[in-house]
């Protein structure tokens, strides 16, 4: 769109210390949680989230306790893998202001980082940048590439990062195309797999040496007052100016860059983007940085300011780049049938057919839980050691 130019004290404690040692991190918890999707069980009437007591910040529920009601060691057990980079390129221009797109993107945003936690580094860039007196001031790196959070009930440093750091409301134009160069440069020297995740809400502008006819003229497009699509072109002076012609070109260029630097490109095209013109670009966008859908629209249309939509969008991205179904240990558990997998903090039963298998270091997810993985409905896969294996009932 146009815009203007939770632990235990005592023994307990004392054993989950002993086990961080030998593993990634430690805790012990209270109740057994349930198996995934068992409708017939009744959580007790107290305790934290969801019915279970919190057994602190970075344990899953129920995680820790035994069916005779001891307890047992409940440990996160490391993956033996490289983290991929997540970077997002976030447009908070002034129309992002609208229906509170802005709000709804950084916490979207945000849930992603708790989601996939620290098995993803992230980053961010936005734009335009601070300064409120330039409508086109440059774009502000406000997030280097950092490791995620550890698991847990609340926000770790990455997370309060990026919050804090987009508090600050929509203003000023889209310089699309500067923020991509400026992110090319920061991700250079990044290593192990890069991706950049574009969410811009219309069309991007801003350069100072642009001349455009109506047909790519901002004002024409978007039919602002006086400026008919069929022309002139509002965007010559010296009534009309530059920066707010459609500055594609460049932005593809831009896009380019990245894609052979052997960085993908994501693009996601906010309420505001369904321009015909717009979504042209965006498709092209999409193409040029190796993330075509197969079809019209290539890029991912968000058209409703509807989190869960935005959500929805981002996950799939998000498994694009780190979904799996098979996951390496460091090294093979000491006991197999002391092992339990929980998918968004839900243990999911050693079942054969819908639920997951263990063979060495190697944990493969089955049927549906695998599906939901890969297609982005469950972020959080996490695997505990140190308490009975629980089976379907």
């Known amino acids: 769109m146009t815009r203007g130019p939770r632990v235990h004290a005592g023994v307990k404690a004392a054993v989950c210390g002993l086990v961080t040692a030998l593993l990634l991190v430690a805790g012990c918890g209270s109740d057994r949680p349930p198996p995934a999707g068992d409708s017939k069980y009744t959580p007790p009437a107290t305790g934290g989230s969801g019915g279970f007591q919190d057994a602190g910040s970075n344990k899953p529920p129920g995680c820790g306790q035994k069916d005779d009601g001891s307890f047992c060691d409940c440990v996160d057990v490391p993956l033996f893998a490289e983290a991929p980079n997540m970077y997002f390129v976030l447009d908070r221009s002034g129309s992002m202001a609208e229906d509170n797109k802005w709000g709804k993107v950084r916490q979207v945003v945000a849930q992603i980082l708790r989601g996939l936690g620290p098995r993803a ?9 601070f300064d409120d007196s330039q409508a086109c ?32 409301p929509p203003s000023g134009g889209t310089p699309t195309a500067q923020a991509l160069r400026d992110v ?41 007052p006086n400026c008919p699509p069929a022309g002139p072109s509002c965007c010559e002076p010296p009534n009309g100016f530059p920066e707010s012609c459609l500055d594609s070109a460049a932005t593809d260029s831009a896009v380019a860059a990245l894609s052979s630097a052997g960085i993908p490109v994501y693009v996601i095209g906010l309420p505001g983007t369904s321009t015909p013109t717009y979504a042209k670009l965006l498709d092209r966008l999409a193409t040029t940085g190796g993330t075509a859908l197969p079809t019209s629209p290539k890029y991912y249309k968000v ?9 929805a969008a981002l996950k799939k991205i998000a498994a694009k780049i780190i979904a799996t179904c098979e996951f390496t240990l460091k090294e093979a558990p000491a006991q197999a049938n002391l092992v339990n997998v929980y998918l968004d903090e839900v243990v999911l ?3 054969p057919t819908n639920g997951w298998k263990i063979e060495g270091a190697k944990v493969t997810l089955l049927g549906d839980s695998c599906t939901k993985v890969l297609s982005g409905d469950i972020l959080d896969v996490r ?3 140190g308490c009975p294996t629980v089976a379907p009932r």
């Open 303 to 311: 058209d409703t300011s509807n989190e869960s939509v935005l959500l």
């Open 121 to 129: 580094n992230f980053g961010a860039t936005l734009f335009p940048g």
């Open 349 to 351: 039963p050693q079942d």
């Open 383 to 385: 695997i505990i050691a």
């Open 184 to 224: 090319l440069q920061s991700l250079r020297t990044a290593t192990g797999k890069t991706f950049v995740i574009l969410a811009t809400d219309g069309g991007p502008n801003c350069s100072a040496t642009a001349s455009c006819t109506a047909e790519l003229c901002q004002p024409n497009i978007e039919s602002a």
């Open 137 to 168: 001031s440059a774009p502000r790196e406000v997030l280097k590439l950092t490791p995620g959070d550890p698991p847990g009930t609340q926000d770790g440093p990455t997370t309060k990062k990026l919050l804090t750091a987009t508090q600050s």
